[in-house]
């Protein structure tokens, strides 16, 4: 299990975040929801070690991640899919996927891309192809592989529908469900509410860096605040309370 507990980052003298707590467990979607600036990336970031935390806790199952550098946070078994995919786009689909191994245990890295493969069969068609010449989706997809390379316990994906045409955002979101199904444990920050929603076990809002609700995905749908927060005043007025 993923534990963050009382997390407090700051920027020089801004606080981005005020003691956020979040946790997932394998199997499990952890929604992280939150307005423009609320300090979401922030505390994916301070948990992949990219950022220092100034207080607070990371731990896996026990072990204190907190403020360890990135790759051995990677190594623990955590891996964060940026905002923005950031796969390499001149290299290959084939090469992109064994920068994400670079941690892993090298007698294990061919059945981890067989497992990718069948995960993600395009990026098996797409191997030879210049990574940069995917659909977004697609290169999500690569995001993706390139993350479970590493054999990650954990994940942690930023946003993985952005910039996606309204079509596929589903297609993605089920493929991140997939891979919580098969064992993984998941704290997804996602703008799409609705569409975060369908696919998530729990749901963390968040605002201006302070925890404003915490509970499971159902009690989110007939939480009035959340409602109003993220799924606009529409779905508030479809709703019973
Ligand atoms: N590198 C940085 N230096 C200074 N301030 C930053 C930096 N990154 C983020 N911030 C500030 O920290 C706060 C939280 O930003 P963060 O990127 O974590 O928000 P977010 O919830 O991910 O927002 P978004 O929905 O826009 O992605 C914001 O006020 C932002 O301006
Ligand atoms: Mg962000």
Do not use: H, Q
């Given at each position: 299990m993923l534990d963050v507990s009382d997390l407090h980052v700051s920027y020089g003298n801004v606080?981005?975040?005020?003691g956020v707590s979040m946790s997932t467990t394998p199997g499990k979607i952890t929604l992280v929801l939150g307005a423009n600036g609320a300090g979401k990336t922030t505390t994916l970031k301070a948990v992949a070690g990219l950022e220092k935390p100034v207080s607070g806790k990371v731990t896996l199952d026990g072990t204190d991640l907190t403020g360890l550098a990135p790759h051995k946070i990677v190594r623990h078994g955590v891996s964060l899919v940026p905002e923005g995919r950031r796969?390499?786009?001149?290299?290959?689909v084939a090469e992109n996927l064994r920068m994400g191994a670079?941690?892993?245990?090298k007698s294990l890295v061919a059945e981890t891309l067989e497992r990718v493969h069948e995960m993600f069969p395009i990026l098996q068609q797409r191997a030879?192809?210049?990574?940069?010449?995917?659909?977004g989706g697609e290169q999500q997809m690569l995001a993706f592989g390139r993350a479970l390379m590493a054999q990650p316990k954990i994940m942690l994906l930023d946003?993985?529908?952005?910039?996606?045409?309204p079509a596929i955002v589903d297609s993605i979101l089920a493929k991140v469900r997939q891979m919580a199904d098969s064992g993984i444990g998941i704290l997804m920050v996602e703008q799409n509410a609705e569409a975060g929603l369908d696919v998530a076990d729990d749901v963390v809002a968040v605002a201006r860096g302070e925890v404003i609700f915490a509970g499971a995905a159902s009690e989110a749908r007939d939480n009035s605040a959340v409602l109003r927060a993220f799924l606009g005043e529409a779905a508030l007025a479809g709703s019973d309370d």
């Open positions: 606080e981005a975040v005020r796969i390499f786009g001149p290299l290959t670079y941690t892993a245990d030879d192809s210049a990574a940069g010449l995917l659909s946003e993985p529908s952005m910039g996606l045409a």
